[in-house]
């Protein structure tokens, strides 16, 4: 069982170290691990202080793409690389890296497919009150937007099967945190999450800039990632709003029609069957984004299959090339 722990990392260079001293070398239920970092476009010396201290893996981009593609593209480096479990956390040690076995234990024990650190936000110091209430507030707007129990879909702190990994897609450019609960949630993949501690702060989130800004960017994520995994539910609801006004100002209509001869209340005819017909057209919206959602799923499953075999071919390659040199080594021994 090998485990590879990453960390997207984007000018990470004095906290880095502090972070990567923390990792375990041994946990129960492991045979290998391997530590990897998602070098974002740092302009510091992240990569040095990487490589002087021993990560076994590194992920270069050339410029900042975001939390989003840095955390994809992590996981891709760990299935590349044959991890079978994959856990998240980051690079400015704010996760205490001695719940990296509580966090993967679930996995062990077959219980789950990924599993969130849910951390103490009430009792984290530098959290503000704001901070606070606003996560507890997005976490219960994923858990609805999910249909999971996780208290703290936020945290970055998850682990993850190999299997999972292969399955996850995340098409905001923000952060993966919410999109992938909601993906998890709405798939059937057995998500849970375990109490993990924090540790004190080593410098200010650079994710939470400013309150209303992370609040936009959230609603947005988290509604986005409900329509795209539940559009005809999402749509139905939307088009209820214009359509039972309508209906009920076409009620009134009727009323007056009935018993005042209608003289008068055209314009509430007119503005019931507008409503009405943007009810109509919101609902079919949903029924075609339903159709769409479908061939998601199938395009999801085939890209599941696709990367499932290349992973496995390049793990075939590299035992080949492995056998191939020991090969050449004891024959040049025995020579």
Same mark, same amino acid.
């Given at each position: ?49 990487a490589r002087k201290w021993g990560v076994h893996h590194i992920v270069n981009f050339s410029q900042n793409k975001g939390l989003a593609r840095g955390f994809m593209a992590g996981l891709d480096g760990c299935l ?7 856990? &998240?956390?980051?690079? +400015?040690?704010? $996760?205490?890296? /001695?719940? #990296?076995? !509580? ?65 996850? &897609?995340?098409?905001? +450019?923000?952060? $993966?945190?919410? /999109?992938? #609960?909601? !993906? ?152």
């Amino acid at each position: 069982m090998k485990l590879i722990i990453q960390m997207p990392c984007y000018n990470e260079a004095d906290t880095l170290e502090a972070a990567l001293n923390d990792l375990p070398e041994y946990l129960e239920g492991i045979d290998e691990i391997e530590y990897l970092i998602i070098n974002d476009g740092s302009c510091d010396a992240t990569v040095e202080v990487a490589r002087k201290w021993g990560v076994h893996h590194i992920v270069n981009f050339s410029q900042n793409k975001g939390l989003a593609r840095g955390f994809m593209a992590g996981l891709d480096g760990c299935l590349r690389n044959g991890a079978d479990i994959i856990v &998240n956390t980051d690079a +400015d040690n704010q $996760y205490c890296a /001695e719940d #990296i076995q !509580q966090l993967i234990q679930p996995i062990l024990d077959g219980q789950a497919d990924m599993v969130v650190g849910a951390r103490p936000i009430d009792d984290t110091e530098h959290f503000s009150y704001m901070k606070k209430k606003l996560q507890h507030l997005g976490s219960w707007a994923v858990r609805l937007a999910s249909n999971t129990d996780i208290p703290d879909a936020p945290s970055g702190f998850r682990a993850m099967t190999r299997d999972t990994a292969m399955r996850i &897609n995340v098409v905001n +450019d923000y952060t $993966y945190t919410l /999109e992938t #609960i909601v !993906q998890a949630g709405r798939e059937k993949i057995a998500v849970t999450s375990v109490p993990v501690h924090t540790n004190p702060q080593l410098r200010p989130s650079r994710l939470f800039n400013g309150v209303w800004a992370y609040v936009k960017k959230s609603i947005v994520i988290i509604l986005r990632a409900y329509i795209m995994y539940q559009p005809l539910k999402a749509f139905t609801y939307i088009s209820l709003l214009p359509t039972v006004i309508g209906v009920g100002i076409g009620v009134r209509f009727l009323y007056f029609l009935f018993s005042q001869g209608g003289t008068g209340h055209i314009q509430s005819l007119i503005l019931a069957c507008t409503l009405i017909i943007i009810g109509f057209l919101t609902f079919m919206i949903g029924l075609v984004s339903d159709l769409m959602a479908s061939n998601r799923r199938i395009l999801a499953d085939t890209q599941y299959h696709v990367r499932r075999m290349e992973y496995e071919l390049e793990e075939k390659i590299g035992k080949n090339d492995g056998q191939a040199v020991q090969s050449g080594e004891k024959s040049g021994r025995c020579q």
